[in-house]
């Protein structure tokens, strides 16, 4: 009776592990039409920092499951290195170079961790990502929107605070420029899956 009844836990057990928790692999294609700036403010002024997407790796593998309504990502990082930011003038690269410890932490990391939403329809779905910034790691969760055309596309707009990753702004003509504490990342990829 007893080997029954853990046979038929068991297989109960058995019976309702989730099905689509597959490990999937594909690669994505990151188009060069695509852009990506981080900007910020100063008590005088705003600034802006474009990445050069020609300086970005073009493909990045993607492993992902799928479970329930959401997609659980395995390996997905975006590096992008700190000199492909060119923020208009050799001064202000200079000062964003600072900023970022760049000398020390040349690269800013991005691990897409999980999406959640519909992606079959137009409203945005929720993006959780790990941001690593001169040693330092958090984790947001940002609305994103997607379209469809001849490629895909995903934008967004993050706002974060240099204080979450113990950055110290840089503080100019004595201390009459400084620096916000809060940067915006926007973002507007056109994406092509293998």
């Given at each position: 009776?007893?080997?029954?009844?853990?046979?038929?836990?068991?297989?109960?057990?058995?019976?309702?592990?989730?099905?689509?928790?597959?490990?999937?692999?594909?690669?994505?294609y990151i188009?060069?039409?695509?852009?990506?700036?981080?900007?910020?403010?100063?008590?005088?002024?705003?600034?802006?920092?474009?990445?050069?997407?020609?300086?970005?790796?073009?493909?990045?593998?993607?492993?992902?499951?799928?479970?329930?309504?959401?997609?659980?990502?395995?390996?997905?990082?975006?590096?992008?290195?700190?000199?492909?930011?060119?923020?208009?003038?050799?001064?202000?690269?200079?000062?964003?170079?600072?900023?970022?410890?760049?000398?020390?932490?040349?690269?800013?990391?991005?691990?897409?961790?999980?999406?959640?939403?519909?992606?079959?329809?137009?409203?945005?779905?929720?993006?959780?990502?790990?941001?690593?910034?001169?040693?330092?790691?958090?984790?947001?969760?940002?609305?994103?929107?997607?379209?469809?055309?001849?490629?895909?596309?995903?934008?967004?707009?993050?706002?974060?605070?240099?204080?979450?990753?113990?950055?110290?702004?840089?503080?100019?003509?004595?201390?009459?420029?400084?620096?916000?504490?809060?940067i915006s990342?926007?973002?507007?990829?056109?994406?092509?899956?293998?």
């Amino acid at each position: 009776m007893k080997k029954i009844l853990y046979f038929a836990t068991l297989f109960l057990l058995l019976a309702f592990t989730n099905k689509d928790s597959i490990i999937n692999h594909t690669t994505v294609y990151i188009a060069p039409q695509s852009r990506l700036m981080i900007s910020g403010t100063t008590n005088v002024n705003t600034f802006s920092c474009d990445f050069d997407m020609d300086r970005l790796e073009k493909s990045v593998p993607i492993y992902y499951e799928k479970v329930g309504g959401k997609y659980i990502f395995k390996k997905a990082t975006l590096v992008l290195n700190n000199s492909g930011f060119n923020c208009g003038s050799k001064g202000i690269n200079s000062d964003f170079h600072e900023l970022l410890q760049s000398e020390a932490y040349p690269q800013i990391v991005l691990k897409l961790k999980q999406i959640e939403g519909n992606l079959y329809n137009d409203s945005p779905i929720n993006v959780t990502v790990d941001i690593k910034i001169s040693g330092h790691t958090n984790s947001y969760t940002i609305p994103v929107n997607l379209s469809e055309g001849g490629l895909s596309s995903v934008s967004g707009t993050l706002n974060l605070s240099l204080g979450d990753f113990k950055l110290k702004a840089p503080k100019k003509m004595l201390g009459l420029i400084v620096v916000h504490d809060t940067i915006s990342i926007d973002f507007d990829l056109a994406l092509q899956m293998d």
